[in-house]
């Protein structure tokens, strides 16, 4: 096969022009040596003029001769020249070793091209500046402490261990009905630790089908098995280096995924699906559940060795009715929420509503309440929400009087008869299912997670109490 040497001189100049749009040539003093027609025309000079002379008296803003002395490559650099923003390449020449000069090469030589190259490619950089802003927040920590609202003494008893798990380093478990609070809890420790500038990836563990679980974890090489992406990808942990891994629904992990984290928080490294090297990573870990893993473990469905891992600080959220003193202030910060998402102002909860909700048990907690509101705020006309603006389970006065403990004025105590217990549990636990229901709309597994069962144990009741 002939080499480069072989083609005439001439084809060598047509290819230059070709493949290099400007292109300039300079000596190790700086003078030029070569520069090809179109650069000449963009200039506004001709090679004869400009061949001989120094680059710094042809090129303004040039940064060639720097190049020359350095030796270092420029590689994509902007190069403003006669009002025009060109991207430039500066390349040092070496021979046997030795640099004897550099060569340039523009694009964009006119404001002409320029726009029309901008038109073209600005919709894809603000596309992908609006996808990695996107990716970025995710994986930020939203909320602080000053979020986490409540002064009963056991709610501020689990912020206080919070704020002091923060500054460590340590695995942190929180511990608490759905709806509690837990996510803001885990965003509150990140963002106060030494962490906080670093990422918080979140992994909801109930969410994720068993198959999938190990790849979203450690991540997957390319090909590692069919329709896998090209390049393959990272998992949460290797999104997290550095940073925090929030595994909600820690309870609900796989056996099998258990003894692969584990091994994992032991070695402090993972291995991608399909992968043949160990990756080191530097993650703490903050778990949440909403179910009792201690007795998990005792019937053999939770790792006892992981458990140990995971309760090194742990955190227990208490329930709203556990902490009624709190729910007035928390359900006014939430109406302040929702005023500004419509646009409202100055709605405030009439005496029988509040009433109403110390009353309530709140089975679904903080998100229950949020729910309760927002259903309000977007039947009411006013500015006051009453009791007719809530859902109907908490406007129905049996139901009021049951959590209330108040009974009718019409029964005594020694008038009532005294059922066996087996049936006042039944009673309770079907009237119990029939407000989730209610409250979710039907919605079987959300009803479920408000009431902190499995979905099987959830759908065997519904059966056995004749509950469709």
Known sequence: MAGIDKLPYEWIKEIINVIAEK?????????????????????????????????????????MHIVVKTGQAEIASVHPIKGSEMIANRYPLYINGEIVGAVGTVSFGNPEEWMDYSERIQPLLAELKYYKAEFQNELRSKYNFNDLIGDSPMFQAAKHLAERAAGSQSAVLLLGESGTGKELFAHAIHQTSPRGHFSFVRLNC?????????????????????????????????????????????????????????????????????????????????????RNLEKMVEEGHFRQDLYYRLNVMKINIPSL?????????????????????????????STEVIRRFEAHSWPG??????????RAVNVLDGNIIHVAHLPLYLQDNHVYRETA??????????????????????????????????????????AAKMLGIGKTSFYDKCRTYEID
């Open 206 to 290: 109930a969410s994720i089908p068993e198959h999938l679980f190990e790849s979203e974890l450690f991540g997957y090489e390319e090909g590692a098995f069919t329709g896998s992406k090209k390049g393959g990808k990272k998992g949460k942990f290797e999104l997290a280096h550095c940073g925090t891994l929030f595994l909600d629904e820690v309870g609900d992990m796989p056996l099998h995924m258990q003894s692969k984290l584990l091994r994992v928080l032991q070695e402090k490294e993972i291995e991608r699906v399909g992968g043949q090297s160990p990756i080191p990573i530097d993650v703490r870990i903050i778990a949440a559940t909403n």
């Open 405 to 446: 403990h108040i009974q009718p004025d019409d029964v005594h105590p020694a008038e009532e008869t005294i059922q066996p217990l087996k049936e006042i549990v039944a009673a309770a636990e079907k009237s119990a299912i029939k407000k989730a229901l209610q409250f979710t709309n039907g919605n079987k597994r959300l």
């Open 321 to 349: 009715r556990e902490r009624k003193e709190d729910i007035l202030p928390i359900a006014k910060v939430l109406l302040k929420k929702l005023e500004r998402n419509f646009h409202r102002q100055g709605i405030e909860l």
């Open 365 to 374: 907690n903080i998100r229950e309440l949020e729910n309760v509101l927002e």
């Open 23 to 63: 292109i300039v040539v300079i000596n190790r003093d700086g003078i030029i040596e070569y520069i090809n027609s179109a650069y000449c025309e963009f200039l506004g000079t001709t090679m004869e003029e400009a061949i001989g002379k120094p680059v710094q008296e042809i090129i303004e803003n040039t940064r």
